[in-house]
């Protein structure tokens, strides 16, 4: 494998087709700056981002490596956003993924915590936002529900992560938040994130960028249904569903036929989950006996009015069947609300 980035040319291709030899990726990179100006948002100049691209390049080698609309795509989506890519900021990573099927290294698009805390506070909407990671012998205690409730007190017993949680105040008043264990948090990054096994990954790294990692992902999951300025809505959203994946920049024309940047987000494959030691859900013990019933070939009984009463004050009461009375048996077995206990 070639590392000056001699064996990647623009579009995938292999020179001009009369011989001449692939321009690596910093030609490339100069070549675009035309292309970059059209795109680039007014608050990120040109120059600016080629200095930034450069010097990621030589802090990760193997970016020279990358197949260019992949490289490309990771930065100008960066870039678009106002975030800038490895740095220490910390807003976002461009990181090299080697792909072994196809022998080429691809460049997938990586959100920081602190990129999303960036792009949260231009909206206006918050006036307080944090993730904080939960230790092995902190106290600890959360509720979710009608009384919901979020206490922590850190105790510094240890470094071993337990959950992490994420939570907002906004300028109106209004509070929400979100937890999810550690366990959960690392499963979610191995199955959505293409990067995840890469060496230049955070989560690869040391046990603070880790912890990074996971604050980002619990601060995603919580500000997907939090508030969003029409200005900055695109920015969060669009920053939420490219995390971890390859994005290609590619030119084309838009819908009145200019000509045009596009991007495309290639996802990760999902795997089904796995159902061997799935339980099977019970069904109530009406459903039981009517599905009985059925098997002998007998139809199940329509429902029928049961028969009315009338209480001292006049009121129409409808007295329990055993049915009723099962069904209210097996509610409460099963955690279910009982609604007229």
Sequence with gaps: MKTDGSDRSAGNGSGNGSGEKPK?????????????????????????????AMTAMQKTPHLIDCIPSSFFGALMTAMQMGLEPNTPLGHCFLIPRYNEKKNIYICNFEMGYQGLLELAYRTGLYRYIQAEVVYQ???FDFSYGTNRHLDHNPRWKSETPIFVYAIYELQNGGTNFAVWSWEAIVAHAKQFSESFNSKYSPWQSNQTSKEEMGKKTVLKALLKYGPKSVEVAHDIIRATSV???????????DTAGESAVH???????????????????????VAEKDAAKEKEGEPAPATKAAPKTTGSNGAVLFPQDEDEALEKQYRRSQGGPNFGD
């Design 24 to 52: 690596t990726l910093r030609e490339q990179l100069l070549l675009r700056v035309k292309e970059f100006e059209e795109a680039l948002p007014d608050k990120i100049g040109v120059d600016r981002m080629m200095r930034i």
């Design 137 to 139: 012998g902190d106290d």
């Design 243 to 253: 995390d971890g994946n390859t994005v290609n920049i590619k030119r084309g024309e």
């Design 263 to 285: 991007f495309e987000v290639e996802y990760p494959a999902i795997e089904a989950p796995d159902e061997t030691n799935r339980v099977p859900r019970q069904r109530s013990p």
